[in-house]
């Protein structure tokens, strides 16, 4: 092997190791906006019912905890994703046969487009499913009585 053509193939194997960690900078960001999504929407549930005094029954499908849920798991497998084309990716380097492959990239593309168009009743349809779905906050004992300060 010469010395050019070692040059060349540890260059490759420098760009394969910068597109894992690529994949992997995805994935995490993908784990902390769901996580975040999730969270959030837990805390306008509660913060919903201690301003009105009536706790929202979320929709059964389309919720923030559903969608945060699905983010994370997609950044999961993002993970796996990210390991296995890397480790092929470093096998045709070593043999010499790369073949560039685009269909992860749309199949990822395709999904995070799926749960990006799930926030759209979450954000457009909040405040219309939170009037009709609504019921009572069970009143805590004696919140009714104030008692006077000395």
Do not use: C
């Amino acid at each position: 092997m010469t010395r050019l053509r070692k040059i060349d193939r540890i260059r490759e194997h420098q760009a394969n190791e910068r597109t894992f960690l690529a994949w992997m900078r995805t994935s995490i960001a993908l784990i902390g906006f769901g996580f975040a999504i999730a969270r959030f929407g837990l805390f306008l549930r509660q913060l919903n019912a201690a301003t009105t005094q009536q706790t929202p029954i979320p929709h059964p499908v389309f919720n923030s905890e559903n969608l945060g849920i699905s983010l994370v798991v997609l950044g999961i497998a993002t993970i796996a994703f990210a390991v296995w084309r890397y480790d092929q990716i470093f096998q045709q380097i070593q043999r010499e046969d790369y073949k560039p492959n685009r269909i992860m990239v749309w199949v990822l593309a395709i999904v995070i487009a799926i749960l990006g168009s799930f926030t759209i009743p979450l954000l457009l349809l909040r405040d219309a499913a939170n009037s009709i779905r609504t019921q009572p906050a069970p009143r805590k004992e004696g919140a009714s009585k104030s008692i006077p300060h000395e």
